[in-house]
């Protein structure tokens, strides 16, 4: 790939093609690691927790142990004696006929699976959609268990999920249709008229827990076992909104992402709510 791309090189040029395609093929990979590993840090850091050594220094050694692994003069003696390249007049290498033909197919299925993954994954299109899908999922997993459970709390969040999958699905066809903007203004009543919503609950059922009889949530176990996977999905989702989001400058998407964060904290909340259950305190689950 190098060498049709940049023509004959010296096996010194080689080896430092060869690692920048290495690094930068991960580069999605690690920034995500990075972000994500910011954010997780960032609060345990409120219990005193702090990584052994920064993120910095773990590339450092990562590319040092990488550049010793990649070996490309057996490499390019592999492909010498499969005919696919040569050493020319000034012993740098070039490919061959055979060499260039298959070469230049490689290229062609790069660039096909690069355009797939980005409309797959990577385009504000798509991760709309991917939105929309996940919380519908999310809304019925949570909707189903909670009315199992009797979980007030689980059941709250599966209703707000259901309501995300019908913004979600406005900002999905607002991209897709160029209103984005309109998309985006849809995302942000959304979460305005949820925090209205969310604290005249808190307050109702603050005065239910003193004045009424909580019920116990019949199976908490569950209700930690549907949240604890919504909270995953939700950081996951937070931090693949906010990558395609930034890198297409898309507001619909950060503010999607935005969301998305608040519904760890929800997540959270609820399984707190559910674990209190189990020692028999069933108050917190209302709240």
């Not at 790939?1 to 930068?24: C, I, N, P, Q, W």
């Not at 909707?143 to 979600?168: H, K, N, P």
């Not at 239910?208 to 989702?237: F, H, K, Q, R």
Request: charge should be negative; charged fraction near 25%; include cysteine.
């Amino acid at each position: 790939m190098v060498l049709l791309k940049d023509g004959s090189l010296s096996l010194k040029e080689l080896e430092e093609r060869t690692f920048a395609f290495v690094y930068h093929f991960h580069g999605f990979g690690y920034s995500l690691h990075e972000e994500v590993e910011k954010k997780v840090y960032g609060f345990l850091s409120w219990f005193g927790c702090q990584p052994e050594e920064d993120y910095s220094a773990r590339m450092k050694k990562w590319r040092e142990k990488h550049e010793q692994r990649i070996d490309a003069e057996l490499e390019c003696k592999d492909l010498t004696e499969r005919g696919l390249i040569r050493l020319n007049m000034e012993n740098n290498y070039e490919l061959t006929e055979k060499g260039r033909e298959e070469a230049e197919k490689s290229a062609k299925e790069m660039e096909k699976a690069t355009i797939s993954i980005r409309d797959q994954l990577l385009s504000p299109t798509a991760a709309a959609r991917n939105t929309v899908i996940a919380d519908f999922f999310l809304a019925i997993m949570k909707l189903l268990a909670g009315f199992i459970s009797a979980s007030v709390g689980l059941i709250a969040d599966g209703a707000d999920a259901a309501i995300d999958t019908v913004s979600a699905s406005v900002v999905w066809a607002g991209i897709k249709f160029k209103k984005e903007f309109f998309g985006t203004l849809i995302i942000i009543s959304m979460m305005f008229i949820t925090a209205i919503s969310v604290g005249y609950e808190s307050a109702t059922k603050i005065v239910d827990a003193i004045t009424t009889t909580i019920l116990p949530i019949s199976i908490p176990y569950l209700v930690v076992t549907v949240e604890g996977i919504a909270l995953i999905a939700a950081a996951i989702m937070h931090f693949y909104q906010r990558y395609v989001g930034k890198s297409n400058g898309s507001l619909a998407l950060i503010s999607q992402s935005i969301d998305s964060k608040n519904h760890i904290y929800v997540a959270t909340a609820v399984i707190i709510g559910a674990i209190s259950s189990i020692f028999g305190i069933y108050f917190v689950d209302a709240l």
